[in-house]
C-alpha cells in the first residue's frame, strides 16, 4: 500500500518538477540550458527506487528526477537549477553538471558517456573495499556509440564491477534518429561483446524498470557483475527548450503520449482497488505545494558575488 502511493508520487513530483523548470525557462527565469525528461518519468523513478542511500548514481541532462528519487532536496535542486548561491555548486553551473555526494549523486560533464568510466572507478572501488554497494550510470542510446561507453562495459566485464548501466532509449539524439547513430536495434545487445547481459525492457512501465533494476542490483551486490538495462522510451519536449522537435511526426508523439507512464500507472491504481480519482488530486496538491516551495526558495536565495567565481578551483595544500 505504501509502497504503491510512494511509486505514484515521485512519478508525480518529477513531473510537476520538470513541468514547472520548463515553464520557468520559458519566462527568463532560468539562466543556462534545459533538457526535458518528460515522459521518461519511470526510468529514473524504476531506477533509483531500490538503491541505498550510499549507492552512487551517474545521472546525465535529462535526469533531474533522479536527484528527487536519491533523496535530494528539492529546494537545493531549484537553487542549483537557478544559478543561485544556495545551489550545491554555489550558483557556479547551471543543473548540467550538478553532484550532491553526500546523497550519492555524481556531477557529470558535459562530453556525452564520460561519467560511465567514472562510474566503473566508482564501482572498482566499491569491490576492491569489499562493499556491497552498486554504481548506477544513466546514458542514451545516442551515448552508447561513443568510445567512453565502450571502454567503461569493456572494463566493466573484464573485472565484474558492481555497476548498472541503465540506457534511456527515446529512439533520438538530438535530432538523430537511432537508425542514422547505430545498426542494432537494441543498445542492450551491445553488452554481450563484454561479456555480460543486456536486458530489454519498456521504459514507460515502472514495475518492469523496477524488476530489472532489482535482478542487476542483487546480482552486482553478490559479486556477479554488470547489467545493461535498456529502457524504452520517448521524450515528449524537443532536446531542449529552444528545440521545436520538427524532425518528428505528431502522430510519433501522439503514440508515444498514449502510453504515458503516469497514466499507466494511475490505470494500475484503479485496478488494485484504489480511490484513484482521490489520490490523484491529493498527490497533485502536495507536488504542487512541493514545487511551489522550491521555487520560492530558489527566487528569494541571493546570487553570488561575482569574486566567489574564483573560489573552488584548486585543492587547498595540506
Ligand atoms: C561527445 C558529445 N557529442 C555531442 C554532444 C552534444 N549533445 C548533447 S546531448 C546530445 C544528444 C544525446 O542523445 P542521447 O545520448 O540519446 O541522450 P538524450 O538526449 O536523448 O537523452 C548531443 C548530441 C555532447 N554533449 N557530447
Given at each position: 500500500m505504501e509502497q504503491d502511493l510512494e511509486l505514484y508520487y515521485y512519478l508525480r513530483l518529477v513531473r510537476e518538477f520538470e513541468d514547472r523548470v520548463s515553464?520557468?525557462?520559458?519566462?527568463?527565469?532560468?539562466?543556462?540550458?534545459?533538457?526535458?525528461?518528460?515522459?521518461?518519468?519511470?526510468?529514473?523513478?524504476?531506477?533509483?527506487?531500490?538503491l541505498k542511500s550510499d549507492d552512487f548514481i551517474f545521472p546525465l541532462h535529462r535526469d533531474l528526477g533522479a536527484f528527487l528519487v536519491k533523496g535530494v532536496d528539492p529546494n537545493l535542486l531549484m537553487a542549483q537549477i537557478m544559478g543561485k548561491k544556495t545551489g550545491f555548486s554555489g550558483g557556479r553551473d547551471s543543473f548540467l553538471h550538478a553532484g550532491v555526494l553526500d546523497r550519492g549523486v555524481f556531477g557529470s560533464t558535459s562530453m556525452l558517456a564520460s561519467s560511465l568510466p567514472v562510474a566503473c572507478g566508482a564501482a572498482l572501488k566499491f569491490k576492491i573495499k569489499k562493499e556491497p554497494r552498486v554504481?548506477?550510470?544513466?546514458?542514451?542510446?545516442?551515448?552508447?556509440?561513443?568510445?567512453?561507453?565502450?571502454?567503461?562495459?569493456?572494463?566493466?566485464?573484464?573485472?565484474?564491477?558492481?555497476?548498472?548501466?541503465v540506457c534511456e532509449n527515446n529512439f533520438y539524439a538530438f535530432s538523430t534518429p537511432q537508425s542514422m547513430q547505430m545498426a542494432i536495434e537494441d543498445v542492450a545487445d551491445r553488452a554481450a561483446g563484454y561479456g555480460f547481459h543486456g536486458h530489454v525492457c519498456s521504459g514507460n512501465d515502472?514495475?518492469?524498470?523496477?524488476?530489472?533494476?532489482?535482478?542487476?542490483?542483487?546480482?552486482?551486490?553478490?559479486?556477479?557483475?554488470?547489467?545493461?538495462?535498456?529502457?524504452?522510451?520517448y521524450r515528449y519536449s524537443g532536446h531542449s527548450e529552444h528545440d521545436m522537435a520538427s524532425y518528428r511526426t505528431k502522430e510519433e508523439l501522439?503514440?508515444?503520449?498514449?502510453?504515458?507512464?503516469?497514466?499507466?500507472?494511475?490505470?494500475?491504481?484503479?485496478?488494485?482497488?484504489?480511490?484513484?480519482?482521490?489520490?490523484?488530486?491529493?498527490?497533485?496538491?502536495?507536488?504542487?505545494?512541493?514545487?511551489?516551495?522550491a521555487v520560492k526558495f530558489a527566487e528569494s536565495s541571493p546570487e553570488p558575488e561575482g569574486p566567489e567565481a574564483m573560489e573552488g578551483l584548486y585543492a587547498t595544500p595540506v
Open positions: 515553464k520557468l525557462h520559458h519566462q527568463g527565469r532560468i539562466p543556462g540550458g534545459v533538457y526535458s525528461g518528460l515522459g521518461q518519468e519511470a526510468v529514473v523513478v524504476g531506477a533509483v527506487y531500490r554504481a548506477v550510470a544513466f546514458f542514451g542510446e545516442g551515448a552508447s556509440s561513443r568510445g567512453d561507453f565502450h571502454e567503461a562495459a569493456n572494463f566493466a566485464g573484464i573485472h565484474k564491477l558492481p555497476v548498472i548501466f515502472l514495475f518492469a524498470v523496477i524488476r530489472a533494476m532489482e535482478h542487476a542490483i542483487n546480482q552486482a551486490r553478490r559479486g556477479d557483475g554488470p547489467e545493461l538495462i535498456e529502457c524504452k522510451t501522439i503514440e508515444w503520449e498514449s502510453r504515458d507512464p503516469i497514466q499507466r500507472y494511475e490505470f494500475f491504481l484503479e485496478k488494485k482497488g484504489y480511490d484513484a480519482a482521490k489520490i490523484i488530486a491529493e498527490t497533485g496538491e502536495k507536488v504542487k505545494a512541493v514545487v511551489d516551495e
